[in-house]
């Protein structure tokens, strides 16, 4: 039986090694085309823009075949099990990806990949739980603007989501100091707090966005309803509003800050227009990073990176 592959599900999948490395294969000269006459799926249970097309482009670059697959044609756990579907990619594909409602249906595909013994990575392109590959894409946006990552204080204002959730976590392996401004109910919770201890970096909490941007370098936002919580819509925008990243937020933070949104935005809910597409916004240079970090973390887990030995 093979060795298991490398995949990602989590940030913390990654050791603060493994990510500088993948970030360094990101803004690499593309080597070999490894992914030549191989496929790649990419699985979607909710809507994407950027993530679909930076992972195509990704695949494309690598010399790969992306194939995307709706999650009504695949139907997991309704047509069959997510184990199955999981085995039938694997027959194909090098690397499956998936956006998936419940984080736990990668998980479960990662345990039937692995136990049928085929070397396929599973990529989280998104759960619930977590977006590892948006963190990847963050931080070199970071990395790019302000030359180093050490040190450097990120603000997250709004809901402490699965795209907080894998900031902080990215942030806290490379040694950035991470705050999170949120209302009682949306914050990050103490298991939060021991997973970020646990890769070596500690998160700051806050109730006041105001006190929270005090110094900061970067202040990131999110939508307040994530795709699946369209029910829970108008409590979480009463609850949410004064966590907005406005002009009057951003003169308090750090001069020259810069503004850091995954997208899609909803100008005047979560970020004002003039923020959003004002001078400090790293916006589409960080959409545009989601291509390239694909790119460096498909070449890490197909064998060019560090903890390959
Ligand atoms: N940031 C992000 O994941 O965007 P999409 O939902 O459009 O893929
Ligand atoms: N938190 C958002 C991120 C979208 C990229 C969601 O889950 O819908």
């Known amino acids: 039986m093979s060795r298991p592959a490398r995949s990602l599900l989590s940030i913390a999948d990654l050791s603060r090694e493994e990510l500088l490395a993948v970030l360094d294969l990101a803004e690499a000269p593309l080597g070999k085309p490894l992914l030549a006459g191989k496929g790649v799926a990419l699985v979607f249970e909710h809507p994407s823009a950027r993530t679909r097309n930076a992972c195509e482009m990704a695949v494309?670059?690598?010399g790969g075949h992306p194939l995307a697959i709706r999650g009504e044609e695949i139907g997991i756990d309704r047509r069959e099990t997510a184990e199955?579907?999981?085995r039938t990619l694997a027959c194909f594909h090098s690397v499956v990806t998936a956006r998936v409602a419940r984080h736990?249906?990668?998980e479960r595909m990662r345990r039937a990949v692995e136990e049928a013994g085929r070397p396929v990575p599973i990529v989280n392109l998104l759960s619930d739980w977590e977006h590892p590959t948006q963190a990847l894409?963050?931080?070199l946006t970071v990395r790019q603007r302000l030359g180093r990552l050490e040190g450097v204080t990120i603000t997250y204002v709004g809901d402490a989501n699965n795209v907080c959730r894998s900031l902080v976590g990215a942030a806290a392996l490379c040694g950035m100091r991470p705050r999170v401004a949120a209302p009682d109910g949306y914050s990050l919770e103490e298991r939060?707090?021991?997973w970020v201890r646990a890769l070596g970096g500690e998160v700051e909490l806050f109730s006041n966005p105001r006190e929270a941007v005090v110094g900061a370098e970067v202040l990131y936002t999110d939508v307040w309803v994530s795709m699946g919580q369209d029910a829970e819509g108008e409590a979480r925008r009463r609850a949410l509003a004064r966590f907005r990243i406005d002009e009057e937020l951003v003169a308090l933070a750090a001069p020259g800050a810069v503004v850091l949104h995954c997208l899609p935005a909803h100008r005047g809910e979560e970020i004002s227009?003039?923020?959003?597409d004002g001078a400090g916004s790293a916006?589409?240079?960080q959409a545009e990073n989601r291509m390239h970090s694909l790119r460096g973390l498909l070449r890490f887990l197909l064998g060019e990176g560090a903890g390959h030995d």
């Not at 227009?273 to 959003?276: E, I």
């Open 60 to 62: 494309v670059q690598l």
């Open 84 to 86: 199955d579907v999981a």
């Open 104 to 106: 736990s249906t990668l």
């Open 137 to 139: 894409a963050d931080v």
């Open 192 to 194: 939060d707090l021991e």
């Open 273 to 276: 227009a003039a923020v959003l």
């Open 283 to 285: 916006v589409w240079q």
